[in-house]
């Protein structure tokens, strides 16, 4: 079988990685993949970028490609998986109308509100003078989000009113985010423990990942600019068993159940971003109609089943008639970053010391992420370059693993954070 995968993140290479453990599968295609995924047995870089639809569609009838999966949130807004249905080509996601989950923040706001879903109290503006009484009216801190995708950037928490009138200004102005911030959702801020919830959906049945927890702040101790993810791990001891049905049935069964019944089926991956309250209460901060970057690499560093049978299983509607076996020790990753991350001007193109000494086993691992290939050397490409995972029988083993790891490598200005799993490690729950 002929897999293509879209993307070129780290989320990618793991995926590829794992696709190319199944006995199913021959061949796994990557666009535009990074330095990794050219090099895993199996895999073949396509230079075609994630959001040329048409290409990919060209690209996947050509190859007779038997399965696309797809990583980042543009395309599958942008309608991927639309345009590969109509030609019959079989492609693990969701359709644009469910993926609008992640596309609009008003969208999944109204869509939690209409199905009694867990979130902040929250009011959409098109226009500040509106803004602006609401927000005065209201307790801070408070949180202004752009409407629209913004690479993970579109969230300003305002610690006072000015700081919040500043950003909705500047965001509906469209001096701020363009297009994607025309349109504000202001909401109540949550205090609490983030997790991260991925499952698989096929429209009906849904199927758990491990549970993970990712570390959005830059800098140690979780201060900081907001980026991507600077590192996760799984098992997050915070999701309890009793947790873990909870936010089942508080979050993932209605929002499968609430597109079934409004005929747009949801099938893919599906991401909440939660903050868990000190009651145990899930809150949902965000969607996503993807997998997680980067808790992709631990997640499906320990998952033992094969990631193409439990794909083709979720298109047949069948999910229900599979379990996903899971390695029970922890997976931690740590992302390496260019200097400047996550500011776009970050540097590319330092040539990356030590790879070939970071021995890769099952067990370790380093992903790439901004990365390419010139003349036999690996250069940065990106803001995250690289994410060191490792598995361990405890937390802090696996934390020492992926560290040992991370310390072979080096390029100037190279930076993680030090303090990935920190929560885990000091956690007696
Ligand atoms: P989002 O992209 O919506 O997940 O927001 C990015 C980050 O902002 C989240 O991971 C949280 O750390 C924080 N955040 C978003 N919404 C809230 C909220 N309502 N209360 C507290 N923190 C929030
Ligand atoms: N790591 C957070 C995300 O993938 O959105």
Partial sequence: MKVLVVGGGGREHALAWKLCQSAHVSEVFVAPGNAGTAAEPKTKNVEIGAEDISALLDFAKRQNVDLTLVGPEGPLVGGIVDQFKD?????????AATARL???????????????????????????AEAHDYI???????????????????????????????SARQ????????DAG?????EEFIQGEEASFICMADGEHVLSMATSQDHKKRDVGDVGPNTGGMGAYSPAPIVSEALHQRILEKVIYPTVRGFAEQGTPYIGF???????????????????CRFGDPEAQP???????????????????????????????????????????????????????????SRETPAQKVFHAGTCERDGRVLTNGGRVLCATALGDTVLQAQQRAYR???????????????????????NR
Wanted: with cysteine.
């Fill in 87 to 95: 030609e019959h080509l079989p492609i693990f996601g969701p359709v």
């Fill in 182 to 186: 025309k349109s504000i959702v202001v």
């Fill in 299 to 357: 997640i499906l560093m320990r998952m033992q089943s094969d990631l193409a049978e439990l794909c083709l299983a979720a298109l047949a509607g069948q999910l229900d008639q599979h379990v996903i076996q899971w390695d029970t020790r922890t997976a931690l990753g740590v992302v390496l970053a260019a200097g400047g991350y996550p500011l776009d001007t970050c540097e590319k193109g330092a040539a990356i010391q030590g790879l070939s000494q």
């Fill in 405 to 427: 790891l991370a310390q072979q490598i080096s390029w100037p200005q190279m930076f993680y954070r030090t303090d990935i799993g920190h929560r885990a490690v000091s956690d």
């Fill in 136 to 166: 005065v009216s209201r307790p801070v801190p408070m949180v202004v989000k752009a409407d629209g995708l913004a690479a993970g950037k579109g969230v300003i928490i305002a610690l006072d009113h000015a700081h919040a009138l500043d």
């Fill in 171 to 178: 965001m509906l102005s469209g001096e701020r985010f363009g």
């Fill in 102 to 128: 992640e596309g609009s923040k008003s969208f999944a706001k109204q869509f939690m509100q209409k199905h009694r879903i867990p979130t902040a109290d929250y009011a959409v503006f098109t226009d500040f």
């Fill in 270 to 288: 599906l991401y909440a971003g939660l903050m868990i309250d000190a009651q145990e209460n899930p809150h949902v901060l965000e969607f996503n």
